[in-house]
């Protein structure tokens, strides 16, 4: 699992060229995913994704139970939505995860969730 998703790779840099020795697009700069200045610059192209929940199955594939981790915005306010300046705030990762399952919810640190292995479903939301 990836806390941060740069889609730069991906995504083309919105420059055409009709030279026809060139290929007509190529691809944006990949993000140094520790570094708030290239989060900052991922982030004013539309290129950048926070992790936010993850499903995961346990047990069999013909059996077994689902359980989601979730991430929970610090009380403050969603730091990553201010303006870029503030991507330090978002790799400083004050928000909170938490483990649920049907009736529980437990409180989880982000190590936990990146290092639970393969989810079953991904979900990131654009920074």
């Known amino acids: 699992l990836q806390r ?4 730069s ?3 083309t840099t919105g420059h055409i060229s009709t030279s026809a020795s060139q290929p007509i ?13 290239s989060l900052a610059a991922a982030r004013s192209r539309n290129c950048l994704y ?8 346990l047990g069999a594939h013909d059996s077994g139970h ?8 610090a009380a403050d306010g969603d730091a990553g939505r201010s303006a870029p300046a503030g991507m330090d705030s978002v790799l400083a990762e004050a928000d909170r995860w938490f483990m649920i399952s049907d009736t529980r919810a437990t409180e989880v640190s982000l190590t936990d969730v990146l290092d639970a292995g393969n989810g079953y479903l991904l979900f990131y939301e654009r920074l």
């Open 4 to 7: 941060f998703l740069d889609l």
């Open 9 to 11: 790779p991906f995504a």
């Open 25 to 37: 697009s190529g691809p944006s700069v990949p993000v140094d995913m520790r570094s708030a200045k």
């Open 50 to 57: 926070r992790l936010c929940a993850v499903v995961f199955h």
């Open 66 to 73: 689902y359980c989601t981790y979730r991430r929970v915005p």
